[in-house]
């Protein structure tokens, strides 16, 4: 696999903006640009008379507002695509240090002289989401958090570089976190405990650093709630994300993953043990295949996986394989892993040249499939809202988002197919259901301990890390870690989300409920069901979690109950898959 990809040639080679509010000449990179748009307007809105003035202004400052995300995504790209670069790190700090405190600011003032407007509280019934959210923002808002969230940003930022630098030599080579894990897959036991050690050595071999990070952060979270006159930074987030659901409800979900999924999970780790004919089941053993010798290998060359996916895109719907190409021949699919490169995988958008891109890292296993399935379920997402909403409703929750993306992975298992022979595809269909059982587990140890976390303040270090182990032990059961049980005790560190986006994780679950509903729908009728989820996803914001929910064709409910009938479909699909795999 290739070790370049040239990030800037592709942001140089993209055609300019269409705009209609601001110039031609405006550089949304430029600090006094955004300052001299803000000041007009403050000025602009003054003047403005009435509900359709407003409209306009509203419109005018979405535009704004589009190329400000855009610049910030552009950098954020960037310096994911080459955490070495010390021009792309420098960009991002500036834009995150310099920039955002002032567009925060003046963002911030202009919200309450629109407010404040007389024609505010008389825009039409389709502005009720935006009045709503916007209230909601100005009540949370403190101009003394302004910085401290840049100093958080600037510690997600270096916490990232130093993830992304975690190496070892293996086999010969230089690998990173990423590239190790497909050894993970292979037949040869030793391999994989060798690869498993050394990949988790790394992890424990920057545990300090690790926590000196996630010590700042989480005093830094403390004092931000404090500020806005939350009890805890548990509730300000959930203000901020302007939930449509209470930390209690999350806390009733853990618990029914508990008494719901957590016993599928052992059954599973059970029959693998048996499968694999193992007295005891290690963790280097939970992702190898344990009805064949050989790992699944969909492809050999970025190419054949951009190829196979396209494919499957095309027998889903025929909108897909066209965005699918437009993201590829504008350059903005980077997928394989090298050196350097941030770890994990996102979508993203350049939302005023209504575009999205892909970010991840492939290493020839099936997993990147399934990844690229995902991260183009976000993508199509952008794209669904940029056709259909104005900019004050193109961004969507993060529960829908989810739904969107795991359920492209479901719909996609259909044709897995065009990778595999007809086991093949049937060994690839149980890794992702026996997944979700795995997933939603790891949820819930996610979720109780962000709980845990925000809710215990002056806890210690070892206290989080005694708890984290206490509670995957509760919800991941069966996997025996006997004398590498510091190993476990850090899992935590190299979850992304806890460090980046607090309390970003219990919408994988909810979202997946989600999918898994599309799912059981397009087992009686493939065509209506992604047709109701593609209109929920036009919807973007303009409508709540629950209505574009029913728009798809089924509740917004993450009851116990409606979760242990969503389960025994995911047990019904791996239940089939094995009585293929065991012929």
């Known amino acids: ?22 110039s031609a000449e405006f550089d949304a990179g430029k600090l006094e640009d955004a300052e001299a748009v803000f000041a007009k307007l403050s000025k602009e809105l003054a003047e403005v008379k009435d509900e359709e003035g407003l409209q306009k202004w509203i419109a005018n400052s979405d535009e704004f507002g589009e190329a400000l995300h855009e610049e910030m995504s552009i950098r954020y790209f960037c310096q994911s695509s080459d955490t070495q670069n010390e021009k792309f790190g420098s960009a991002l700090h500036e834009i995150q240090s310099k920039h955002h405190p002032v567009w925060a600011l003046r963002g911030n003032e202009l919200e309450k002289q629109l407010i404040a407007h007389p024609a505010f509280s ?191 895109f095309s027998r889903l719907d025929p909108q897909y394989p066209v965005w699918f190409d437009h993201m590829d021949e504008l350059g903005l699919l980077d997928l394989e892993t090298r050196t350097g490169k941030a770890g994990g995988a996102y979508s993203a958008s350049l939302s005023e040249r209504k575009l999205s891109f892909v970010f991840q890292n492939a290493v020839g296993v099936h997993k990147d499939v399934l990844t690229l399935l995902h991260e183009c379920g976000h993508a199509f997402h952008h794209y669904e809202a940029f056709d259909n909403q104005p900019a004050l409703y193109q961004s969507y929750t993060i529960e829908v988002a989810e739904t969107a993306s795991q359920s492209m992975e479901l719909l996609g298992a259909a044709h897995f197919g065009v990778f595999y022979d007809e086991k093949g595809a049937a060994r690839a269909r149980f890794e992702l259901f026996e997944d979700i059982l795995r997933l939603i587990a790891w949820v819930g140890v996610v979720d109780s301990f962000q709980n845990w976390i925000y809710t215990n303040p002056g806890h210690t270090r070892e206290e989080r890390h005694d708890k984290f182990d206490e509670l995957y032990r509760k919800f991941l059961p069966g996997v025996d870690f006997s004398e590498i049980e510091h190993h476990r005790r850090l899992f935590w560190h190299k979850q992304h989300h806890i460090f980046d986006v607090p309390f970003y994780y219990i919408e994988y679950a909810i979202s997946y409920l989600g999918a898994i509903s599309v799912f059981k729908r397009s087992q009686g009728n493939v065509e209506s069901a992604i047709a109701d989820y593609r209109k929920g996803l036009k919807l973007g914001r303009s409508k709540s979690i629950r209505d574009i929910y029913q728009t798809m064709g089924f509740p917004f409910d993450f009851g116990k109950e409606n979760i242990a009938r969503l389960m025994e479909e995911v047990q019904t699909v791996t239940r089939e898959c094995r009585s293929v795999l065991e012929k």
Request: charged share 30%.
């Open 1 to 22: 696999m290739m070790e370049s990809y040239d990030i800037e040639k592709v942001m140089r080679s993209l055609a300019p903006p269409v705009r209609k509010y601001l």
């Open 122 to 312: 008389k825009l039409p019934k389709h502005y009720d989401r935006f009045v709503t959210h916007s209230r909601e923002s100005l009540a949370l808002f403190r101009e003394e958090n302004v910085p401290l969230q840049t100093e958080e940003a600037n510690l997600c930022q270096d916490w990232n570089k130093l993830y992304a630098g975690l190496n070892a030599q293996f086999r010969g080579e230089k690998h990173n976190y990423s590239k190790l894990g497909k050894y993970l897959y292979s037949p040869d036991r030793e391999l994989r405990e060798s690869a498993y050690l050394t990949r988790e050595n790394l992890i424990r071999g920057q545990k300090d650093p690790f926590d000196d990070y996630f010590d700042k952060l989480l005093a830094l979270r403390g004092k931000i709630a404090e500020n806005a006159d939350c009890k805890d930074y548990r509730e300000y987030v959930f203000k901020a994300k302007h939930r449509e659901y209470t930390p209690a409800e999350c806390e009733a979900m853990d618990d029914a993953i508990h008494k719901v999924v957590t016993p599928m999970l052992t059954e599973v780790w059970t029959a693998r043990q048996s499968a694999l004919g193992l007295d005891t089941l290690r963790p280097w053993d939970t992702s190898v295949d344990p009805y064949s010798t050989e790992p699944l290998n969909p492809f050999n060359e970025i190419g054949e996986l951009k190829k196979g996916v396209r494919e499957i």
